[in-house]
């Protein structure tokens, strides 16, 4: 548990919150200030602040119960975004894991990912390939 952290102190139960369910490693509860109704987080118990921080075993917990609450939540307006700020860069504001689930439908005002940045980048061939040789697994 990391003392300031809000997401540990609902896990621990000094901050209440809408706990939806609960697995192994794993809660999911109504966000408090929602981006659309039934803005859900999933978290992992422990905390952990990126993905990659995780044990296997835990990301593998953490993303059958995002599976489980993906039914759910989608089931709200249609479609769901899906998404996870990894880093405080990426604009992650509570550094504990976090997996948001937010109803989306056709008239929001959210758009794709593309209109989140004010990007024109564009690669050389060389770029890409180098690119590939070093996220190449
Ligand atoms: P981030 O900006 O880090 O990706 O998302 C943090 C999320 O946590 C936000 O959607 C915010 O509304 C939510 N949040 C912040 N404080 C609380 C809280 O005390 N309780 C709950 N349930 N959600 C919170
Ligand atoms: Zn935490």
Redesign the pocket.
């Known amino acids: 548990m990391a003392i300031d952290c ?2 540990c102190k ?1 896990i621990s139960g000094d ?1 209440p ?2 706990i939806l369910s609960e697995t192994t490693h794993s809660i999911s ?7 659309a109704k039934g ?1 859900v ?1 999933v978290i992992p118990k422990n905390h952990r602040q990126k993905i990659q921080d995780m044990s296997k075993e835990e990301n593998a917990d953490l993303f059958s119960l995002v599976h489980t609450m993906l039914s759910k939540v989608d089931s709200i307006a249609g479609a769901t975004l899906m ?3 990894n880093g405080k860069d990426a ?4 550094p504990h894991v ?1 997996v ?1 689930l937010v109803p989306r439908s056709a008239d929001d005002s959210a758009g794709a990912i593309h209109s989140m940045f004010d990007s024109d980048l564009t690669l050389s061939a060389s770029e890409l390939n180098e690119l590939y040789d070093e996220l190449k697994i």
């Open positions: 809000i997401f609902i901050i919150a809408k509860f109504l966000d408090a200030f929602p981006l803005h987080l998404a996870v700020h604009g992650q504001e509570v976090h948001h």
